[in-house]
């Protein structure tokens, strides 16, 4: 059972910068497709950026060109860099062991979910 812990949100002014960090235990790490998923208040949770274990990326277009994922995988973590920040960023946001299905950015959560780590950006 892969457990999860995200860290490293904040509140940052519009045009920031933020790096969320999630550690993981529990799981074959380095075999997994990991996701950074948010979740803004009233509305679903969405993927916005994954990683596959030969390192191959896909990103949310409206993340594209802002957010970076990378992992490492000697230390079994998964970082989100996540810069020129909008107000529209706003969320909660979670990492997870997942299914990738491709450039439409479907995907299934494989792992339970952490606490998230809140990111607020303000105008």
């Known amino acids: 059972q892969v457990q999860l812990v995200e860290a490293g949100g904040g509140l940052v002014q519009a045009g920031g910068s933020l790096r969320l960090s999630c550690a993981a235990s529990?799981?074959?790490?380095?075999?997994?497709?990991m996701g950074w998923y948010r979740q803004a208040p009233g509305k679903q949770r969405e993927l916005v950026a994954a990683?596959?274990?030969?390192?191959?990326?896909n990103y949310a277009d409206s993340v594209k060109g802002r957010f970076t994922i990378s992992r490492d995988n000697a230390k079994n973590t998964v970082a989100l860099q996540m810069d020129s920040l909008k107000p529209e960023d706003t969320a909660v946001y979670y990492c997870?062991?997942?299914?990738?299905?491709?450039?439409?950015?479907?995907?299934?959560?494989?792992?339970?979910w952490g606490q998230g780590t809140q990111v607020t950006v303000t105008s």
């Open positions: 990683i596959s274990a030969d390192g191959s990326t």
């Open positions: 997870n062991k997942i299914l990738f299905f491709g450039a439409t950015m479907r995907s299934r959560p494989l792992g339970p």
């Open positions: 529990g799981s074959i790490f380095s075999l997994n497709t």
